[in-house]
């Protein structure tokens, strides 16, 4: 990663929840728009930051993604049942076997859902 991507990452990060926007992390790094746009589209596809949008004031904020987040998703991403079935090369829209008929990704489905509540 280059040095100006993890500043940017660091300062992302230390803002928190709150996050930062474009201009305001620009400035920090003291380049320009374009070049900060090329380093947010590396941090964005390594998965390290993400664009939360605030429609009622027309801005952008930029938050920095927990590792943490990253780790709980792939642990869910594991359990679906979908991934270790049999059926899943045939199983589709239209087929036999469906996400829509299956009764164990439904039971599954179930239980996440009031794992939530």
Request: charged share 25%.
């Amino acid at each position: 990663m280059s040095d100006i991507v993890e500043k940017a990452l660091l300062i992302i990060k230390q803002c928190g929840s709150n996050g930062i926007s474009k201009n305001e992390l620009a400035e920090r790094l003291n380049i320009n728009l374009g070049i900060l746009n090329k380093v947010l589209n590396d941090l964005i596809e390594l998965g390290t930051i993400r664009e939360v949008r605030n429609p009622s004031k027309n801005d952008v904020k930029l938050v920095a993604i927990e590792g943490e987040v990253h780790k709980e998703f792939l642990e869910v991403i594991k359990e679906i049942p979908c991934f270790s079935c049999p059926n899943i090369l045939s199983c589709g829209e239209g087929q036999e076997a469906s996400p829509v008929k299956c009764y164990i990704l439904t039971k599954w489905l179930d239980i996440m859902v009031s794992k939530d509540h």
